[in-house]
């Protein structure tokens, strides 16, 4: 049996809208998390997805925020590309992909930052996720993310402040900072800022197992991140 998962992140403030590339063949060469449109074919087929890169005032290419001269309160999210290949799932290996969320405060109240989305799912089965803080298990179905730098798996990094030398404004939510620790809950809060100003990098980590019993398929999961300013 084969098993594939594609999975597409993007960043709106206040609405969400996400499109996932899909196919009837149990199979992904690659997947990843891109500024603008990516092609992704194997010899079987060919599928596009569109993700972009969101803010006040929509910044194209990299992660670069524009001028802030002005006296008004600006809040804006860029989605990164980020790296990532599923390829095929196996049940004694964890499956990754991560993105980066740039989040820039100015002369704000701060922000929260959501991730919202159904976890991926096939033919009307849709993957388990912990509710819970839970460690990665090969062999046992799970989905789940945090913003953390973990080790089982290696993938992530916690959230870093620009410029780096400054201490780190944003503060991750406890049951999404904890290292090699995993959940999903769409709609939680990730992260939050209380300060006026200041940028917030931060790394989300997705995860997914399989065990023996889920059923083979193409799983695709839409989500979007989504910053909402305090008043």
């Known amino acids: 049996m084969l098993f594939a998962v594609c999975l597409s992140l993007c960043g709106l403030a206040g609405t969400a809208m996400a499109t996932t590339p899909s196919s009837s063949h149990y199979q992904i060469t690659e997947t990843q998390f891109s500024a603008g449109s990516l092609q992704s074919c194997s010899v079987q087929y060919c599928a596009q997805a569109s993700i972009g890169d969101t803010a006040s005032t929509p ?10 001269a002005n006296t008004e309160p600006v809040l804006e999210m860029i989605v990164e590309a980020g790296a990532s290949n599923l390829g095929i799932l196996k049940t004694e290996t964890t499956a990754t992909k991560t993105t980066t969320v740039h989040i820039r405060s100015y002369l704000s109240n701060g922000y929260v930052l959501q991730v919202v989305g159904d976890p991926p799912k096939f033919n009307g089965h849709t ?14 179905e799970q989905f789940g993310i945090n913003a953390a730098a973990n080790t089982i798996p290696s993938v992530g990094a916690d959230a870093v402040q620009v410029p780096a030398d400054q201490a780190v404004f944003g503060t991750v939510s406890p049951d999404y900072s904890t290292p090699n ?10 992260a939050h800022n209380l300060t ?25 999961g839409d989500f979007a991140a989504i ?5």
């Open 196 to 220: 006026a100003s200041g940028q917030t990098n931060y790394t989300i980590s997705m995860i997914v197992n399989i065990s023996s019993a889920t059923p083979a398929g193409h799983y695709s």
């Open 227 to 231: 910053v909402i300013p305090l008043y």
């Open 127 to 140: 993957l388990d996720t912990p509710t819970t803080p839970t460690l990665a298990e090969t062999g046992i």
């Open 59 to 68: 910044v194209a290419g990299a992660a670069v925020f524009g001028s802030t």
């Open 181 to 190: 620790f995993f959940k999903y809950i769409s709609g939680d809060v990730i």
